[in-house]
């Protein structure tokens, strides 16, 4: 088997879950048809099964991995890419598409099969933080506190992050936290502590405009806990690409850190939410991930 195409049928902001799944099953198989590869094709259900799909499919043989789905399925995937060795393929199918988008990445699914299948590869650096892997952004504080809450979401996408973040915001409290970077410590009352590998979260949302998914580091956003009206106004600038130049906001490049609070903290790995200790630890994996881009001249 060259290829294994993982699919979730759950990903995606509305429609019947059977005319998904028949949708996808059927383009990704003429997708391995019409490229000449044998490869096989595969359903995710509940959280952690793309993981262990992935895994399975490595052990039968495969050569190459393809993830169609969100940012939460291309982490799971991702990693048993890493782990072995494997080149792998994304088609966009979930509501923010955050690594995707970075990439730049086709939209539709077709154009996209065939990049994911046979597209030359770009060799990425990935990030860990409480040794758990992360392709894209992973985070503590308010983006972690959020991502909880959109496990319980029916419909997930930039509105339903937008209708559940402003109550949310109005009554989330900071947390103070102690940040070590090399040989630099310093405290801060933060409403979010996110570590970058990519730009943005998804849906054009651009969190820490200089970092650079290839560039061995990389990027510590702290946005301090500003009045709620000043981040209202302020959150503008996720979609301008000029969160930094917020007051207040500090940016530093990492290859190791370390997150300490006052008590369990929650995080996040590409929106999937964790718990972790008073401690986390980050570092970058540099060269990680080889991920199948679309060519320069579009292919011909």
């Given at each position: 088997?060259?290829?294994?195409?993982?699919?979730?049928?759950?990903?995606?902001?509305?429609?019947?879950?059977?005319?998904?799944?028949?949708?996808?099953?059927?383009?990704?198989?003429?997708?391995?048809?019409?490229?000449?590869?044998?490869?096989?094709?595969?359903?995710?259900?509940?959280?952690?099964?793309?993981?262990?799909?992935?895994?399975?499919?490595?052990?039968?043989?495969?050569?190459?991995?393809?993830?169609?789905?969100?940012?939460?399925?291309?982490?799971?995937?991702?990693?048993?890419?890493?782990r072995h060795g494997l080149p792998l393929g994304i088609v966009p199918g979930g509501s923010g598409n955050g690594l995707a988008r970075e990439l730049g990445l086709e939209r539709q699914p077709e154009a996209a099969l065939r990049?994911?299948?046979?597209?030359?590869?770009?060799?990425?650096?990935?990030?860990?933080?409480?040794?758990?892997?992360?392709?894209?952004?992973?985070?503590?504080?308010?983006?972690?506190?959020?991502?909880?809450?959109?496990?319980?979401?029916?419909?997930?996408?930039?509105?339903?992050?937008?209708?559940?973040?402003?109550?949310?915001?109005?009554?989330?409290?900071?947390?103070?936290y102690r940040i070590r970077t090399g040989e630099d410590v310093f405290r801060s009352d933060a409403l979010l502590v996110t570590i970058a590998n990519g730009r943005q979260y998804g849906n054009g949302a651009v969190i820490a405009?200089?970092?650079?998914?290839?560039?061995?580091?990389?990027?510590?956003?702290?946005?301090?806990?500003?009045?709620?009206?000043?981040?209202?106004?302020?959150?503008?600038?996720?979609?301008?690409?000029?969160?930094?130049?917020?007051?207040?906001?500090?940016?530093?490049?990492?290859?190791?850190?370390?997150?300490?609070?006052?008590?369990?903290?929650?995080?996040?790995?590409?929106?999937?939410?964790?718990?972790?200790?008073?401690?986390?630890?980050?570092?970058?994996?540099?060269?990680?991930?080889?991920?199948?881009?679309?060519?320069?001249?579009?292919?011909?």
């Amino acid at each position: 088997m060259q290829a294994g195409i993982i699919v979730n049928p759950y990903a995606g902001r509305s429609g019947r879950i059977a005319a998904r799944t028949d949708h996808r099953a059927r383009l990704a198989r003429e997708a391995l048809a019409s490229c000449g590869i044998r490869g096989e094709v595969a359903f995710t259900g509940r959280r952690g099964t793309a993981r262990a799909l992935a895994r399975s499919i490595v052990e039968a043989g495969a050569t190459s991995l393809v993830c169609w789905g969100g940012d939460g399925t291309v982490n799971e995937v991702a990693s048993e890419a890493a782990r072995h060795g494997l080149p792998l393929g994304i088609v966009p199918g979930g509501s923010g598409n955050g690594l995707a988008r970075e990439l730049g990445l086709e939209r539709q699914p077709e154009a996209a099969l065939r990049t994911a299948l046979r597209g030359p590869e770009r060799v990425l650096d990935a990030g860990e933080i409480d040794g758990r892997f992360f392709a894209n952004v992973a985070g503590v504080g308010f983006d972690a506190h959020v991502a909880g809450l959109a496990e319980r979401f029916e419909r997930r996408g930039a509105w339903s992050y937008f209708a559940a973040g402003i109550p949310e915001l109005l009554a989330y409290r900071p947390s103070t936290y102690r940040i070590r970077t090399g040989e630099d410590v310093f405290r801060s009352d933060a409403l979010l502590v996110t570590i970058a590998n990519g730009r943005q979260y998804g849906n054009g949302a651009v969190i820490a405009p200089r970092a650079r998914p290839d560039d061995g580091r990389l990027d510590l956003v702290c946005v301090p806990a500003l009045p709620t009206a000043v981040l209202l106004w302020q959150a503008r600038r996720l979609f301008t690409g000029t969160v930094d130049r917020v007051r207040g906001v500090r940016t530093v490049p990492i290859g190791d850190a370390e997150v300490s609070g006052d008590g369990p903290l929650a995080f996040h790995v590409d929106g999937e939410a964790c718990t972790g200790g008073p401690s986390l630890r980050v570092r970058v994996l540099p060269r990680a991930l080889r991920v199948r881009v679309p060519a320069p001249d579009g292919g011909r």
